[in-house]
């Protein structure tokens, strides 16, 4: 794994561009809706394959590997729990086949769903649950961890506490909030990314927030918080959802590119989508004066 030191480096010498969505297109791809996302990769790995190639292609620096649920308590549910380190071996090993030539980041997201993240005595199960995932993703050879789409505080200490106990190196942060940079739980994300700054986070910042023309103010809010590489990886706009109940983005690649013009001059550093985009989003990412 790349040291924080090290990661810092490659940013500064312009690895800026992230991948896009995974979930959104691998429903589009014939993913049922509901299942075990892990599962189903590595029972059908060829559309994560050509997801991942076109993503590369496109301009993706750093591919996040489809390891979002692959927490023992939640692979629990497709009887996968004592496999948790196997199945983040072989999904990194996945992404790493598909994009050779891309750093590889294991993907860790909030275990809300699970366990209460302001329960003082959840934090310790936060920790064991990542703990045994960032074991499978080292061992699976992955360049950096990211937390992503956390919902609290809590989470990325224990996700900071976890790398920290497995000898892990960079790691970078980001929570889904609020227009106004607050945090579901009502919390200002400013001081919670400031937190992780000094905890030694290598980047940190936002996904899964609709990218719309209030994008750019957070980066700005945001920034005044932090020195390290700000992250900026937002949703398609917002979607609309049809009559299967499926979400559905609207936003083109050239209406995100604008507003993420604006989020670079803001501040924002390190770059991707979230929800509804695709290679074609990274493309135009690609044309931005970085």
């Not at 496999?83 to 086949?97: A, D, I």
């Not at 329960?119 to 499978?136: A, C, K, M, T, W």
């Not at 809010?221 to 700000?230: E, G, Q, Y």
Request: charged content about 20%.
């Amino acid at each position: 794994m790349l040291t924080k030191e090290e990661f810092l480096k490659k940013v500064s010498q312009g690895l800026r561009i992230l991948d896009g969505a995974t979930g959104s297109n691998l429903r589009a791809a014939g993913m049922p809706k509901g299942c075990c996302t892990e599962q189903w990769v590595l029972e059908n790995p060829e559309p994560l394959l050509a997801l991942q190639r076109g993503y590369a292609q496109a301009g993706s620096q750093i591919i996040y590997a489809p390891t979002f649920q692959a927490q023992p308590i939640a692979l629990r549910q497709v009887g996968l729990e004592k496999e948790t380190e196997q199945v983040n071996k072989k999904l990194v090993e996945l992404s790493r086949s598909a994009a050779p030539d891309c750093l590889i980041a294991g993907d860790l997201t909030t275990l809300a769903t699970f366990c209460d993240s302001w329960n003082p005595d959840s934090f310790d199960l936060l920790v064991e649950n990542y703990r045994r995932q960032i074991r499978g993703l080292m061992d699976g050879g992955c360049d950096l961890l990211v937390g992503e789409t956390l919902l609290y505080p809590q989470e990325a200490e224990a996700i900071l506490t976890a790398a920290e106990l497995e000898g892990a190196g960079a790691a970078m942060y980001t929570f889904t909030m609020q227009a106004d940079g607050s945090l579901f739980s009502g919390a200002d994300v400013g001081p919670v990314l400031q937190d992780l700054e000094q905890a030694g986070a290598a980047a940190v910042g936002f996904n899964c927030v609709a990218a719309d023309m209030m994008l750019p103010h957070l980066v700005s809010k945001l920034r005044r918080f932090v020195k390290i590489p700000l992250i900026c990886k937002p949703n398609a706009g917002m979607p609309v959802i049809n009559d299967d109940g499926i979400a559905v983005y609207t936003q083109t690649p050239s209406q995100f590119y604008e507003i993420m013009t604006q989020c670079v001059a803001n501040g924002a550093q390190i770059l991707g989508g979230c929800c509804g985009t695709t290679p074609e989003f990274i493309a135009e990412l690609c044309k931005l004066p970085l």
